[in-house]
């Protein structure tokens, strides 16, 4: 992992509260972050698709909703 230069911003009380760093850093960054984010939704899904169809409801979802909360 490369080395990200970066400077703490601080409040009156010396604690840290922001971060500055190089925007081509900050680039590099946001791409990391996204091309996870595919990899886990694509995850996700193909984790909920084992489960599709083996689930078989007995009332509508809203019905139940209402009983409960009228109850």
Avoid: C, H
């Avoid at 080395?3 to 409040?11: A, G, L, M, N, P």
């Avoid at 850093?25 to 909920?48: C, H, P, R, V």
């Amino acid at each position: 992992m490369q080395s990200i230069k970066k400077q703490f911003v601080t409040d009156e009380n010396l604690k840290p509260v922001a971060v500055i760093i190089n925007y081509q850093d900050w680039q590099k960054i946001e791409a990391l972050l996204q091309e996870g984010e595919q990899e886990d939704s694509t995850e996700s899904f193909k984790a909920l698709a084992a489960y599709a169809g083996s689930i078989q409801l007995t009332i509508d979802p809203l019905e139940y909703q209402s009983e409960i909360r009228n109850s």
